[in-house]
């Protein structure tokens, strides 16, 4: 790949690697290549689809429907544009992250112009019914926005099949390059650009592409979904022992989320009477990298939203632990993992 960056060098070279980049993703998902967009990350992407949609839909109606356990990309996004006059609902999930279809068809009111759930949790790690969420936005002719940013590699999506509207994706989240997403956006909806300048991206996203990232974007892609059910089956299996292993090994745990309508590589344990701050600490120290609640709110103390919303007491919150499983991580890895975790827990209780 290295070497083919270096002979892009021209103007048509350059469009025709973004082409190409640009049919990989539409064929992972199953659209059309012109309903990509390329972005700069996932949460432009999220942006770019809300705010798209709202600012174009004004005379419909200002009401939109999203989840308490959004990633900040979409919550922040909703509560600015509650400041700018949209309704905005927030979906409870219940003790395993999981929304109610039933209080989402409830919450839909005339005024509804968009739907916006995520398709996989980025801390639980849990699954949304995507396919039945697809349907009733069908139903009531609402616009379907999901934040795909966790799912893309694994999970696979069918735009069609799912009936989704518009869909964001992060290149580095599935070992893509940092500094690149794309948003997917069926053909004939209309959204409103958020940036001004020139008429890249078909006029909805100003700003010279960056080339080397959508080239990236576009390997990546393809490379998570060329080795998928291996990749799913590595990861599910190394996810499940090491649940199992800390639940059966450590007393006063608790599993959050899903147990198997969850992210392949996820497994996100509270350990009571620990502070997961001490415990990422003690684990650095062996080498060992996770995530707390939420990295997104690393040296924040308030405990994470996504647990709140699962009703996890704060307490059990703060003692929240997220491992992420990938590709390069062996069964002595988890083991490694596991003999660590049970000494520093201990002592940590003590
Ligand atoms: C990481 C993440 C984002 C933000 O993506 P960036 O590319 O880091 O901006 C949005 N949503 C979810 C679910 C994520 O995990």
Redesign the pocket.
């Known amino acids: 790949m290295g070497m083919h960056l270096l002979c892009i060098v021209n103007g048509r070279e350059t469009k025709k690697a973004t082409h190409l980049a640009r049919e990989k993703v539409a064929k992972l998902i199953n659209c059309k290549p012109k309903e990509i967009y390329f972005t700069s990350?996932?949460?432009?992407s999220?942006n770019l689809a809300i705010k798209g949609v709202c600012y174009k839909n004004k005379q419909k109606g200002n009401h939109i429907i999203t989840t308490k356990i959004e990633?900040p990309?979409?919550l922040h996004t909703c509560q600015t544009l509650e400041k700018q006059g949209v309704e905005v609902t927030y979906l409870n999930v219940d003790s395993n992250g999981c929304i109610s279809i039933y209080e989402l068809e409830n919450a839909i009111k005339q005024n509804t112009i968009l739907i916006s759930i995520?398709t996989a949790?980025?801390e639980i790690g849990t699954i949304q019914p995507i396919k039945e969420i697809g349907k009733i936005a069908k139903k009531h002719n609402i616009l379907f926005h999901t934040?795909s940013?966790?799912a893309i590699g694994n999970i696979k999506i069918d735009v069609e099949e799912m009936n989704i509207d518009l869909l964001?994706m992060?290149a580095?989240?599935f070992y893509g390059p940092k500094g690149v997403?794309a948003l997917y956006v069926k053909e004939g909806i209309e959204f409103e650009k958020l940036q001004d300048g020139g008429h890249q991206e078909r006029d909805k996203r100003a700003g010279t592409e960056n080339v080397a990232g959508i080239v990236g974007l576009g390997e990546a892609i393809e490379l998570a979904y060329k080795n998928f059910d291996n990749y799913n089956e590595k990861l599910k299996s190394l996810r499940d022992y090491y649940i199992s292993q800390i639940e059966e090994k450590i007393p006063n745990v608790k599993l959050n989320g899903d147990r198997t309508n969850r992210l392949p590589g996820n497994a996100n344990i509270s350990f009571e009477g620990v502070n997961s701050e001490e415990l990422l600490f003690k684990l650095d120290e062996k080498g060992i990298c996770a995530s707390g609640g939420s990295a997104c709110s690393t040296g924040n103390p308030s405990p994470s939203h996504v647990l709140m919303a699962l009703g996890v007491s704060s307490k059990m919150a703060k003692g929240a632990l997220r491992v992420t499983f990938g590709l390069e991580n062996t069964k002595e890895d988890v083991d490694y993992l596991i003999e660590n975790l049970i000494q520093i827990v201990s002592d940590l209780r003590k």
């Not at 990350?41 to 432009?44: D, I, L, N, V």
Request: aromatic share 0%; with cysteine; glycine share 10%.
């Open positions: 990350c996932g949460s432009e999220d990633h990309a979409v995520m949790n980025n934040d940013v966790q964001s992060s580095h989240k997403g």
